[in-house]
């Protein structure tokens, strides 16, 4: 069974970083989707960063590029988000998500929470102004 266990989400002043971890467990995590989504009271679901763990290709919701980097560590099964010059509008519950495949994904994949198949049990960022 694939586990996502997300950490590293709290309450912040706006332009402040935070940096929020998923470690992976369950599988070889070679071949793999990987995402960070959010979700903002009364909002949908936002795609915020993807990579493909066999790739080196980030991409990036464009309300976050310049500000935020998704990276990861093989070895250690885990996924980070580092997120800069926070903003109270990034305000929200973060979730990792994973997708098992053999097929890279890109950009596209932001837009389709449906496309993965495993979500941790997110971890919340609070930015005040």
């Known amino acids: 069974q694939v586990l996502l266990v997300e950490s590293g989400g709290g309450s912040v002043q706006a332009g402040g970083s935070l940096r929020l971890s998923c470690v992976v467990s369950?599988?070889?995590?070679?071949?793999?989707?990987m995402g960070w989504f959010r979700r903002a009271p009364g909002k949908e679901r936002e795609g915020v960063a993807v990579?493909?763990?066999?790739?080196?290709?980030?991409y990036y919701a464009d309300s976050v590029k310049g500000r935020f980097t998704i990276s990861q560590d093989n070895a250690e099964k885990t996924l980070y988000l580092q997120m800069n010059n926070l903003k109270p509008e990034d305000t929200a519950m973060y979730y990792c998500?994973?997708?098992?495949?053999?097929?890279?994904?890109?950009?596209?994949?932001?837009?389709?929470?449906?496309?993965?198949?495993?979500w941790g049990q997110g971890t919340q960022v609070t930015v005040s102004s």
């Open positions: 369950g599988y070889t995590y070679s071949s793999a989707c």
């Open positions: 990579l493909y763990t066999g790739g080196a290709t980030a």
């Open positions: 998500a994973a997708r098992i495949s053999n097929r890279a994904c890109d950009k596209d994949y932001l837009g389709y929470p449906g496309l993965f198949g495993t």
